[in-house]
């Protein structure tokens, strides 16, 4: 007689996520090897124990909702207790009658249900990608200026300096100084006009007692 269960195990936190999703499938697939069907398998991450079992304080969650024979339940559970990888495990019986026309239209729903969810996932995967190419090419399209170190920049705002001394010496050579002239030297070219005059007189005068 069909009935329908639940079943929820505990997973070591530690495998690989291919790993897990290959457990979850291995113990789904053996409830329909077994002419069972399996309405919903919900994983509920990564949570913490009530308490340490195996010195791990955290475990993989996984439900899975399921109607079946209870030589299917038998047999899960046989596994779980020789699977290293699950940790516990506990099988409820939800319901003795099982109506499968219901039960029908509940798995088509839970598969459109997880329909919208992986098409929304995609969605959401596209639209990270685009904005992904989309900030790459802005970065592309903008060419950042060179960056001069900081003290390379000081330098060039500086202005060169020329030390007080060295100014002085650029003007005194700038500057030709005039040729100096003596104040003796300077008064001589009077003199001799001076001398020049009183001859020419002395000249006038001895003409005039000749005469």
């Known amino acids: 007689m069909l009935r329908r269960y639940e079943t929820i195990f505990i997973m070591r936190s530690d495998l690989q996520s291919d790993e897990m999703s290959s457990l979850i499938d291995r113990y789904a697939g053996i409830i329909v090897s077994l002419d069972g069907k399996t309405i919903k398998v919900e994983n509920w991450g990564k949570r913490r124990l009530a308490y340490p079992i195996e010195k791990m304080q955290d475990g993989v969650y996984v439900r899975i909702d399921f109607v ?3 030589k299917v339940v038998i047999e899960i559970e046989r596994n779980f207790k020789i699977d290293d990888n699950v940790l ?3 099988t409820v019986k939800l319901s003795d009658k099982v109506d499968m026309e219901e039960i029908e239209r509940e798995i088509a729903d839970t598969l459109k249900k997880e329909e919208e969810r992986k098409k ?3 969605r959401k995967e596209e639209k990270r990608k685009e904005e992904q190419e989309k900030e790459e090419q ?5 060419i950042p200026e060179p960056v ?3 003290a390379v920049a000081e330098e060039q705002e ?3 300096v020329i030390s007080e001394a060295v100014a002085e010496e650029q003007e005194k050579e700038e500057v030709i100084p005039e040729p ?3 104040e003796a030297v300077a008064e001589e070219p009077d003199g001799k006009e001076v001398a020049q005059e009183t001859s020419s007189v002395e000249t006038d005068e001895k003409k005039a007692e000749e005469e």
Request: net charge negative.
């Open 68 to 70: 079946a024979l209870h």
């Open 88 to 90: 516990r495990f506990q």
């Open 148 to 150: 001069i170190p900081e």
């Open 158 to 160: 500086k202005e060169p």
């Open 120 to 122: 929304e996932e995609q």
């Open 138 to 142: 802005e970065k592309e399209a903008v």
């Open 180 to 182: 100096a002239v003596s």
